[in-house]
């Protein structure tokens, strides 16, 4: 059984070690562009506080999350409105999102036991919802820490992303229009102490093996397969390195192997 307290603080280390990287830069910095197409750091900062926003209203107030939904002009530009919306002077976002992420968390840790919460396409429990604002936090970290020029440390806190990833293995194939595979695939990856982190059947034919960072930048899309160290064995392995998809909604635009352009 999932300990949802220690997922949530496992999430509040998270946000808080992404807080610690932006909270000391100057104005000017906060405008600086991101791997993400038009998102400044100021975006991935406002994107992630109104995904809190909205995941707090599906776990308190369900036909409020339905509303926001429906009251959306284009459901095509739901995230950059979103994030747009959210958008404020450094201090003030900052603040923003540090409420809305403790609201959030309060929300999560008091919903009845068993409650599946609304999400876009799909409906998920507290757990399964925590797990996914920790693995957004750390993607659009990773986008914040490479536009600044940081190198973060890889935590066990992957694990986490690393076991969502593996779990949405047959929505990155939907996703991409392809038939969700019958076969299993096993997932064998090495942590960051060193130690193994494996999911699917031992004996499964097809297998994914490499390091667990690898592993959570590609389903979140964040690196290029040619860019990282994952072995695919089996055709299924092989196929799904290249749908890849922990998030819901449809296919991302997906990163382009390093030396690609041009």
Excluded: N
Aim: charged share 20%; glycine share 8%.
């Amino acid at each position: 059984m999932v300990d949802l307290a220690a997922l949530l603080a496992d999430l509040a280390a998270e946000s808080e070690q992404l807080e610690a990287i932006v909270a000391a830069l100057p104005p000017d910095e906060w405008d600086r562009p991101t791997p993400a197409p038009g998102w400044t750091v100021a975006h991935q900062i406002a994107h992630l506080a109104w995904t809190d926003h909205v995941a707090q209203l599906a776990a308190t107030d369900e036909a409020a999350f339905y509303a926001s939904v429906t009251a959306t002009p284009d459901l095509a530009r739901l995230v950059d409105d979103g994030a747009e919306s959210f958008l404020a002077p450094p201090a003030e976002l900052l603040a923003r999102w540090r409420h809305g992420r403790a609201t959030l968390a309060a929300a999560l840790a008091t919903a009845p036991p068993g409650r599946k919460l609304p999400w876009y396409g799909t409906r998920m429990s507290p757990a399964s919802m925590a797990t996914a604002r920790l693995m957004e936090t750390w993607a659009h970290g990773e986008d914040v820490a490479e536009a600044l020029g940081v190198r973060r440390a890889p935590t066990a806190r992957l694990r986490h992303v690393a076991y969502l990833g593996f779990r949405t293995l047959g929505h990155g194939f939907a996703a991409h229009g392809r038939p969700v595979p019958a076969v299993p695939v096993r997932v064998e990856l090495v942590a960051p102490d060193g130690e193994t982190w494996a999911f699917g059947p031992a004996d499964a034919a097809d297998r994914v093996t490499g390091p667990a960072l690898d592993f959570c930048l590609l389903v979140t899309q964040r690196r290029h397969r040619a860019d990282l160290a994952l072995v695919a064995t089996g055709p299924i392995a092989d196929e799904w390195l290249d749908v890849a998809q922990v998030f819901a909604g449809p296919p991302g635009a997906k990163r382009a192997a390093a030396g690609a352009a041009g």
